[in-house]
């Protein structure tokens, strides 16, 4: 079971087909609210499913309740909502639970609702808050899954307005006056209203003014309309349209968010919670160029690399690149280059196509744009200069995007610092989607799990049985062994494979040995496939030395002991050590306190085998007290009623006790603990 477990990736891989998130959407799909299904959503109206909302205005800082209901008879099995702002597109507001489900996204993780269970549901309500700085009109969107391959995107309820949005100002005179006569004209933003009165003394029968004002969000145009009427039922309606200056606000400083293009006029690959995103790459399609907008945090100071790639495949090689590069003045420069296997080559031609290029690195934020034309050269032109140049881009084709950074000496990019995020699928540029799924490396996943189950489980098992348990069931064999070597070679042949056959599944996955990219501050995980090699070939090399063991009797007995001994902790210690480096690596996916998980396990093996060293010591010095005892009592050689005495040996060995099979039952079942948690972490998605 542990091994079929292990497998999961692999073999769903191979059928295409999972269970969904049963107990709800997970994180990585806060951004683009798409299932990782496998299926594309549902292209008709989403006519069975509907969000209704308990007021159509709201007030900052106050609560609404929200509800999503199935028609028609229909069921739904999970949904992701959030509250989006009309204007921005941005994630706003707060969740809580009502009956059912759970919140999540966002930087306080409770600006998005999902599902807690894969129960057929009809109705789930909550409670939505709105921040207390809220200036807009918002709306209620969710993706609903009615089955597994079967699910709706952006179904959304109506728009609730706020309510101080809409400002109606109506002074009315009903008696004519020959006084001053007073016009108030109130103009409303989306920031502030603005009144202006105006006096004038002309004698004036005064008319009932109504004026009314419509703002549009994003939009630096307000209508105003105007409706005069006097007593003499005569009315005149005015209308006017006014440009007021308007500024886009900046990100806040060292911030990366969400383009609230997205999704409309441009495709985007992302990562981000609510509108707090860690990079986000658009583009914006046209036949004949396409203009691209890079964005992301990274860290260290000096010149740095921004660069996007373009694969057939979810691995480098030959790939086509389009690079920012900015030097230590931060001046930025957009050029082309191509990955050969894992580095990267400059080309002769690399500035063509590109134009209109803006970028800036500050704050630990690297913002590059520019325009790549999709005209291609030429073909006289392009065979001429084939030998010593690459041919242009062809962004009509379907392909996988990259992202990666790193350090630029001059106008070369040394090695990213970790590995480049590539997107799940083929990627096609005319599209608005927007994409947050990144590329899934099952095959290292498996690797993972074959040694963690050979390292933590089989080895931290087996050595046990080697060094404490040779007294104990030392009367009983099986099939005409000792027990425990029946166990320990058995674990130990066990380690043997699911480690040779973890080593063929990396270097299939890796196309042989390969270099890889250590997280920035952990460069000692760069050790991890040379530290593989070394474990691997100890692992090969005992057995070998075990098929010409001498004999109980022979001379040098003690020195294949000393040699076996050696080997095999060393390749234990390595074999723990190098899976330590692997968690923290980013195509493994698992958990940042993984690695803790691992130390957990290193200090309480140490911890039983100073136990059982322990109890082994104390059980030789009470067996030798105890003959000691018997001797001082009886004498050496005396003798009771004429016949001589001697004590008896003992007929069973004093470390082969029901306390020290009781430890062995708790080491084993708290090492197959420590392997399932670790399995459980490197598999999941």
């Avoid at 860290?299 to 790639?309: N, V």
């Avoid at 599209?431 to 089989?458: E, N, Q």
């Avoid at 105890?626 to 001589?644: D, L, V």
Wanted: with cysteine; net charge positive.
């Amino acid at each position: 079971m542990m091994l079929l477990r292990c497998l999961v990736p692999f073999l769903t891989l191979l059928i295409g087909q999972i269970s969904g998130y049963g107990s709800g959407a997970p994180s990585f799909t806060c951004s683009t609210k798409m299932p990782s299904h496998g299926a594309p959503a549902q292209t008709s109206p989403a006519t069975d499913y509907q969000i209704t909302t308990s007021s159509s205005t709201y007030t900052p800082g106050g609560s609404i309740t929200v509800t999503i209901t199935a028609l028609n008879g229909k069921v739904f099995v999970g949904y992701l909502m959030v509250a989006k702002d009309e204007g921005t597109g941005a994630d706003l507001g707060s969740f809580s639970i009502i009956s059912g489900g759970k919140v999540m996204c966002g930087t306080t993780r409770d600006q998005g609702v999902t599902h807690t269970n894969k129960a057929s549901k009809t109705t789930e309500s909550f409670t939505w808050t709105a921040p207390s700085n809220a200036n807009g009109n918002i709306k209620f969107e969710a993706t609903i899954v009615q089955s597994y391959s079967k699910y709706w995107l952006n179904v959304h309820s109506d728009v609730v307005t706020l309510a101080s949005a809409v400002v109606t100002t109506k002074p009315t005179t009903t008696v004519p006056d020959t006084t001053k006569a007073a016009t108030t004209t109130s103009v409303a933003t989306d920031k502030n209203t603005v009144s202006t009165t105006v006096l004038s003394s002309k004698p004036t029968t005064t008319p009932s003014t109504t004026t009314t004002t419509t703002t549009t969000q994003n939009t630096d145009k307000v209508v105003l309309t105007t409706k005069l009427s006097t007593d003499n039922d005569v009315s005149t309606t005015k209308s006017t349209t006014t440009t007021l200056p308007t500024t886009n606000q900046p990100p806040a400083t060292g911030a990366v968010t969400m383009d609230h293009r997205c999704g409309d006029t441009r495709g985007c690959f992302v990562n981000c919670e609510g509108n707090d995103c860690q990079y986000v790459v658009s583009w914006h399609y046209r036949p004949e160029y396409v203009d691209f907008s890079i964005t992301r945090k990274v860290t260290g100071g000096g010149s740095k690399w921004l660069a996007i790639g373009f694969s057939s495949d979810p691995k480098m090689g030959d790939d086509d690149v389009l690079h920012c590069l900015s030097d230590s003045a931060g001046h930025v420069t957009v050029a082309r280059s191509y990955n050969q296997g894992t580095s990267n080559q400059p080309i002769a031609n690399s500035q063509e196509g590109i134009s209109s290029v803006i970028g800036s690195y500050n704050d630990g934020v690297f913002r590059c744009s520019f325009r790549y034309s999709q005209v291609r050269p030429d073909p006289d032109n392009r065979v001429k200069r084939q030998g010593t140049s690459r041919p242009m881009i062809d962004l009509h084709q379907h392909r996988h995007l990259m992202l990666g950074d790193g350090p630029a000496f001059g106008d070369i990019l040394a090695m990213h610092k970790e590995n480049p995020l590539v997107t799940a699928e083929m990627v096609n540029l005319q599209s608005t989607d927007i994409i947050g799924d990144v590329a899934r490396y099952p095959l290292v996943k498996v690797h993972g799990c074959l040694m963690i189950l050979a390292w933590i489980f089989c080895t931290g098992v087996g050595l046990v049985f080697a060094r404490f348990y040779k007294p104990v069931w030392s009367n009983r064999t099986i099939l005409g062994l000792k027990v425990w070597f029946q166990f320990h070679r058995g674990l130990m042949v066990t380690t043997l494979v699911l480690t040779l056959v973890g080593f063929i599944i990396i270097f299939v996955e890796a196309n042989g040995y390969s270099k890889i990219s250590a997280p920035i501050g952990k460069g000692y995980v760069a050790s991890h496939p040379i530290l593989g090699i070394i474990v691997t070939v100890l692992t090969v090399t005992n057995p070998i030395m075990a098929l010409f063991r001498p004999g109980p009797k022979d001379k040098n007995r003690p020195i294949f002991n000393w040699a076996h001994w050696a080997v095999g902790m060393a390749a234990h210690i390595l074999g723990v050590i190098t899976i330590c480096f692997g968690v923290e690596l980013q195509k493994v996916g698992a958990p940042k306190y993984t690695v803790y998980v691992v130390i957990g396990y290193i200090v309480y093996h140490v911890l039983m085998e100073i136990t059982l060293k322990i109890y082994d010591l104390f059980a030789e010095r009470q067996n030798s007290a105890r003959i000691e005892h018997m001797e001082m009592k009886n004498g050496n050689g005396a003798t009771q009623n004429g016949n001589s005495f001697r004590p008896e040996e003992p007929k069973r060995d004093p470390k082969d006790s029901i306390i020290k099979k009781l430890l062995l039952a708790f080491h084993v079942a708290i090492a197959f603990a420590f392997t399932l948690t670790l399995l459980l972490l490197v598999t999941q998605y």
